[in-house]
């Protein structure tokens, strides 16, 4: 199909429990491939690990197999991470800081950090003690949930915007700062959408999925955060030897995800944010017994969010207007 670009996310588990040679191998293969067939699309490559392992030897090694490197860390402190224990339930904090501080040293393999928002810790004291790491992105997440399991914090029907407050706080921090010390992908992405530009994210906006998952077995499932919604929920019954990623296409589960505005529920249809939103991210929407086809649990905190940052990119245009 000569795409203009195929990125490639080697997720755990634990990556790095394996050696950097064997987690080039697939990478190297890809990409040598796609040079034979597709000669002008770009292959990126990165693997998400929790740092515990991160060495200068596997830093280098997988900077110069053209990896980059991503860390999913609950916060910059310790008490931010208190779930994350080693199988001997020791706390892994100290170690993960370590490995992440060995990265900031290496900026060129630094893909970022992952973070899920937890409205029990302060929002700012959790951002600024992510920027202590030097992250060049910070991907702030909604915990996965549903109607059925709803997020910490909140049960039942969605009362008030906890997370919306959150995300709030931190992006006030991050807007008003003096300096751009790091990029937040939903504040930026719900930027690019205010604006009419598409968005590089499959958990806002009407773009179709373009994610495949591939597991070590060789099966081919839909994207994994699906399984928050029931058991099976991302299988497909396709594995590499059977099928190609155009079958993934004809999967219902996955052509439902290629149809915008047409699969969402009727009041997302109508909003006048659908756009920005486009409904939330997919596995959010989920109900036991009535499936996708319902708002986002988190419909009120996006709301609030995405009216927020519209506010601020609206002033800052007025003024820098006026200034002007």
């Known amino acids: 199909h000569e795409l203009p670009r195929v990125d490639l996310v080697l997720h755990g588990g634990e990556p790095l429990l394996a050696a950097p040679a064997e987690l080039a191998a697939p990478v190297e293969a890809v990409r040598a491939a796609l040079a034979r067939r597709s000669p002008r699309t770009r292959v990126t490559a990165s693997v998400q690990t929790n740092a515990t392992l991160l060495t200068r030897a596997r830093i280098a090694a997988l900077a110069g197999a053209g990896i980059r490197i991503g860390v999913s860390l609950d916060g910059g402190l310790p008490a931010h991470n208190a779930r994350r224990v080693d199988h001997a339930g020791r706390p892994g904090f100290g170690a993960a800081a370590r490995g992440l501080r060995l990265l900031a040293r290496h900026p060129a393999g630094y893909a970022g950090v992952l973070c899920v928002a937890d409205i029990g810790q302060d929002p700012v004291e959790t951002y600024e003690s992510l920027l202590s790491f030097a992250p060049p992105a910070i991907g702030l997440l909604l915990p996965l949930a549903n109607w059925s399991t709803p997020p910490p914090g909140r049960t039942g029907q969605a009362a008030g915007t906890p997370y919306a407050d959150w995300l709030i706080a931190v992006f006030e921090r991050w807007w008003h700062d003096g300096a751009r010390r790091t990029r937040i992908r939903i504040f930026e992405e719900v930027i690019a959408l205010l604006l009419g530009l598409p968005a590089a994210t499959e958990s806002l906006g009407l773009a179709p999925a373009t994610t495949a998952v591939v597991e070590t077995d060789g099966s081919i499932e839909q994207a994994d955060s699906l399984k928050s919604a029931y058991e099976g929920a991302a299988a497909t019954g396709m594995t590499l030897d059977t099928h190609s990623f155009d079958d993934l296409l004809d999967h219902p589960g996955f052509a439902a995800r290629q149809l915008g505005r047409e699969a969402l529920a009727a009041g997302c249809r109508s909003c006048e944010l659908v756009e920005v939103c486009g409904g939330g991210h997919y596995p959010h929407r989920y109900r036991e017994g009535e499936g996708f086809q319902q708002p986002s649990v988190y419909c009120a905190d996006l709301q609030a969010l995405i ?18």
């Open 307 to 324: 009216r927020h940052i519209a506010r601020a990119v609206h002033t800052a245009a007025t003024t820098q207007r006026a200034a002007s």
